[in-house]
C-alpha cells in the first residue's frame, strides 16, 4: 500500500513538472523548481542538475544546486566522477556509498564541506546527444534509493531534455574565479545551558572574486551572524573562515581589527554616519585609518555627490547619507564590501538610485555581498544563496542579471 501511496504521489509530481516546464516564463526557474520539487519528494538532502559544455572544454558544469553545497565554479571532465561518468556513458546508476567508489570525485567533498553518501544520477539525453545530468543526493532518513526514486528522477530528466531542446536555454556556463571568502561546516552557537542556541549549523560557502552575492532567507535564518563572522565584527563557533587563502577562524581581536580596517568596506541600513562631520570628513576619519585610501573626493565623485561634500547628515536626505556610507565604504579600498539590508530603509525610486551606485561599484571589480529581504534585488546579483534554519538551503547562479533601473516592486 505504501509502494502504491508512492507510485501516486511521484505520478502527481511528474504532472506539475509537466505543466511547469511548459507554461513557466522562465525556463532556468522552471527547472530549479523543478529540481526542488524532486528532491522534496524522495526526501533527499541535495540535487544538482549538471549540463555538458559539448561545444567548448568538454567539461561538465553545475547548473542549479538545491541544498547540500555550493558548487558553484566546480567543474568535472567528461568520464571524471559519477556524474561525468553518467554524462559520457548515458546510462542511470544508483551509488550505495559513494566514499568507496571509485569513480567519485572525493574532492568536492574537501572542497565544500558536505559529505555525499549516496546518490541516483540519471542521464539528460536530447534527440542526439547527452547534454548533462540530474544528481540527487542522500536520503533524509539514511536509507537507499529504491526504483520509484529512480523512475521519478528519470521522468525529471526527460522532462528537462525536452524543454531544453524546445525552448533553449542559455546554459552561460561558469567561470573558475578566485576564492576570496571560504566557509567550510562554519556553525555559531550562542549563550549556554538552557539558553544555548544554535543559529549557524554548518554553512558551506564559497565568495568569489569579483562577484556580486545576495543572501535571501527569513529572519533568524542566520544570514546577518554569517554576515558579522565573514566581516570581522563576531567570532564562528566551529568550522572554517578563511579569507585570500588565510585562516581567520581563531583570530584574535588584533587581527580582526586589521582585517576589518584595510579589507572589508561596510554599508548599514541605518547609515551609522557621524552627525557633527560633513561628508567629506566623514570619508576622512575612515580615510586615515587605512593604508593607501582613496581620497574622499573621488570617492563622493563616485556617488554623484561632490556638490554634498560640505553638508552633514542632517542636511541630506536618506538616499543621499547612504550613497555617503558606500562612499566611505569604497575609501578603504576594500576587497569586499558586506551590505546589511541597505535599502530597507527607503522608498522604490531611492532604492534604485543608491542600487545603481552598487551597480557601478560591481562594475570596477569589487566583490559585494549583501543581505536583504527584497527578492527582486536578487535579480542583479550573480549568484543568489538562500538560507534556511542556518546552513546554505539553494544556490542559484543568475546568467543575465538585471540592471538596478529593471527593477520593480
Not at 77 to 98: N, R, Y
Not at 176 to 190: A, G, H, P
Amino acid at each position: 500500500m505504501i509502494k502504491n501511496n508512492t507510485k501516486i504521489e511521484y505520478t502527481q509530481v511528474v504532472w506539475e513538472i509537466t505543466s511547469l516546464l511548459q507554461k513557466a516564463e522562465s525556463l532556468e526557474d522552471a527547472l530549479r523548481t523543478s529540481l526542488g520539487e524532486v528532491v522534496k519528494a524522495v526526501c533527499a538532502e541535495a540535487g544538482t542538475i549538471w549540463f555538458y559544455n559539448v561545444n567548448s572544454d568538454k567539461r561538465i558544469y553545475p547548473s542549479f544546486t538545491i541544498g547540500g553545497a555550493d558548487l558553484t565554479g566546480l567543474s568535472l571532465e567528461l568520464g571524471e566522477g559519477i556524474a561525468g561518468m553518467v554524462v559520457k556513458e548515458g546510462k542511470s546508476t544508483v551509488v550505495k556509498d559513494c566514499r568507496n567508489d571509485e569513480r567519485w570525485a572525493g574532492r568536492f567533498d574537501e572542497t565544500t564541506g558536505f559529505v555525499t553518501k549516496s546518490m541516483v544520477c540519471v542521464p539528460l539525453v536530447n534527440k542526439y546527444e547527452v547534454i548533462g545530468c540530474i544528481q540527487i543526493i542522500n536520503k533524509k532518513d539514511g536509507s537507499l534509493f529504491n526504483d520509484e526514486d529512480i523512475s521519478l528522477c528519470e521522468n525529471l530528466a526527460m522532462l528537462t531534455a525536452i524543454a531544453v531542446d524546445g525552448r533553449g536555454l542559455n546554459l552561460g556556463f561558469s567561470e573558475s574565479k578566485k576564492s576570496i571568502i571560504s566557509l567550510k561546516n562554519v556553525t555559531k552557537t550562542f549563550g549556554t545551558g538552557d539558553t544555548k542556541l544554535q543559529v549557524l549549523k554548518g554553512v558551506n560557502l564559497d565568495i568569489r572574486e569579483g562577484e556580486f552575492l545576495v543572501i535571501l532567507g527569513e529572519s533568524g535564518c542566520g544570514k546577518s551572524t554569517m554576515l558579522n563572522i565573514i566581516g570581522g565584527m563576531d567570532q564562528l563557533t566551529t568550522g572554517t573562515f578563511l579569507f585570500d587563502g588565510k585562516d581567520y577562524s581563531k583570530a584574535d581581536e588584533k587581527t580582526l581589527t586589521e582585517y576589518r580596517r584595510h579589507s572589508v568596506g561596510f554599508i548599514f541600513q541605518a547609515y551609522n554616519l557621524m552627525p557633527t562631520l560633513t561628508a567629506e570628513e566623514n570619508l576622512d576619519f575612515i580615510g586615515e585609518l587605512c593604508d593607501n585610501s582613496m581620497d574622499a573626493a573621488e570617492a563622493l565623485e563616485r556617488v554623484g555627490l561632490s556638490q554634498r561634500k560640505d553638508n552633514y547628515p542632517a542636511q541630506m536626505s536618506g538616499g543621499q547619507q547612504q550613497r555617503v556610507s558606500i562612499a566611505r565604504a569604497l575609501v578603504k579600498k576594500p576587497r569586499i564590501i558586506l551590505a546589511d539590508e541597505p535599502t530597507a530603509a527607503l522608498d522604490y525610486e531611492t532604492s534604485i538610485e543608491v542600487l545603481t551606485v552598487l551597480e557601478e561599484v560591481i562594475k570596477s571589480g569589487t566583490t559585494l555581498l549583501m543581505v536583504t529581504h527584497n527578492e527582486e534585488i536578487a535579480k542583479m546579483a550573480n549568484r543568489v544563496i538562500r538560507m534556511k534554519g542556518g546552513v546554505v538551503a539553494e544556490v542559484i547562479v543568475n546568467r543575465h542579471p538585471a540592471s538596478a533601473k529593471e527593477l520593480v516592486w
